[in-house]
């Protein structure tokens, strides 16, 4: 018995466009930002792989 394969959702029209244009202002966000070792997601995993004794 073969199991269903679901189509991928994909984006069109104002949806696509409103998609883009927030992953290219987050991505520019990101590169503006000099200190990125202090984000809050860096310092989180850096703990969490520190208790792992991954660093």
Do not use: V, Y
Request: net charge positive; aromatic share 6%.
């Amino acid at each position: 018995m073969a199991t269903a394969i679901k189509a991928i959702p994909t984006l069109k029209g104002k949806e696509a466009r409103d998609f883009l244009r927030r992953a290219e202002e987050a991505e520019r966000e990101f590169k503006g930002n000099k200190n990125k070792d202090q984000h809050p997601f860096c310092l989180m995993a850096h703990e969490i792989l520190s208790k792992a004794g991954m660093l």
